[in-house]
């Protein structure tokens, strides 16, 4: 393939996110099968990365869409009924997510990986019947978004290249470090959901945890502050264009808002501006929200739309307040205690 001047190449990759984006609404309110919504959103996902895929990526896509699943849904079967043991378990992994979430060469995995773990383990304590149901839809979602996402790299390549994504800043302690506040900040919210609110509760976890991998290694009160109000503005973005599309229920014009959305948000997103992953994670939690909605089988959706609105505000405002405490006071101390082992960068 010919080279391509980065004007030619940021608009290669606007066009691959918007025909991805537009294949894979069409796909997911087309095909009927609980959890369709995740092809979406996983495909958009896969499509943030500004990068041409390599068979090793792949491999490990599909070995994550597959044996994960299959792990999460293991455990929760032999866990599931016995609440103490699950929460330990499921904080271990938590912890292990968050952790390969603060290299970028893992955020796609860690991200998926915690849409998984959450989905089968609320599944697994609300019906632990339906979880081998649950995991079946999953993979089929995930394995038709990746379809998806090597369709759009073919219509719209780009020139293979060494692009390698710049190593994690922070030393192996530091990582623990920001995975355990992670999880001593989600643990409280993700229980209270799970076994008090467990009929309307899947969007506001998921879209909370994902929220809290963006915010995870962010100190400063500005960042927490920028990233709330982005990923707000992006939840109440979702219900008015959830209510317009009852209004409209039209797919032709579904597609067309994804387009219009693909354009938009690709070029904040590929245009290399420090918002770029500001934007590419409002637009994540925009179609968890949005998707999760309108293909929602719950017949009064349309009344509790507002209410999840309300529950995100809620959950994301505890997330901003509680990791940026635990950062003053508890991180702080750890930080004096511990100075000679939180070097920020990592030895040469």
């Keep these: 393939m010919t080279a391509l001047n980065p004007q030619q190449l940021l608009q290669r990759r606007v ?18 099968f609980p959890l369709a ?95 081998t149901v649950l995991t079946e839809n999953l993979m089929k979602a995930s394995l038709i978004a990746l379809i998806v996402y090597v369709v759009a790299h073919i219509f719209f390549p780009e020139p293979q290249q060494d692009f390698q994504l710049p190593a994690s800043p922070y030393s192996e302690f530091v990582r623990t470090l920001i995975a355990v506040k992670s999880v001593i900040v989600l643990m409280p919210l993700l229980v209270f959901y799970l076994y008090f609110l467990p009929s309307h509760a899947l969007l506001v976890l998921i879209f909370s945890a994902m929220f809290l991998m963006q915010v995870s290694t962010k100190e400063s009160l500005k960042a927490l502050k920028l990233y709330f109000i982005v990923n707000i503005v992006s939840a109440l973005f979702a219900i008015i264009t959830y209510e317009l599309f009852v209004m409209i229920p039209s797919l032709a014009y579904l597609l067309l808002f994804m387009a219009t959305l693909g354009v938009y948000f690709g ?24 998707s999760g909605l309108a293909l929602s089988n719950d017949n009064s959706i349309d009344t509790k739309s507002w209410d999840r609105l309300v529950q995100i505000l809620f959950a994301c405002s505890y997330i901003v307040i509680v990791a940026h405490s635990l950062e003053r006071w508890l991180f702080r101390r750890w930080k004096e205690r511990y100075g000679h082992r939180l070097n920020l960068t990592k030895a040469n």
Excluded: H
């Design 37 to 131: 919504n995740l092809i979406l959103v996983l495909a958009a996902k896969f499509l943030t990365i500004p990068a041409a895929p390599s068979v090793k990526g792949l491999m490990v896509l599909v070995l994550s869409l597959i044996v994960m699943p299959l792990l999460f849904s293991g455990f929760v079967m032999l866990f599931g009924f016995e609440p103490q043991i699950m929460i330990v378990m499921l904080s271990l992994l938590l912890i292990w997510f968050y952790y390969l979430g603060t290299e970028q060469k893992f955020v796609l995995l860690s991200t998926f990986g915690i849409i998984f773990l959450v989905l089968i383990s609320f599944f697994g304590v609300l019906n632990g019947v339906a979880v």
């Design 15 to 32: 066009y691959r996110l918007t025909f991805g984006m537009v294949v894979a609404c069409f796909a997911a309110f087309s095909l009927d």
């Design 267 to 290: 070029r904040e997103i590929f245009v290399g501006s420090k918002l770029g992953k500001v934007y590419a994670g409002a637009i994540t939690g925009y179609l968890v929200l949005f």
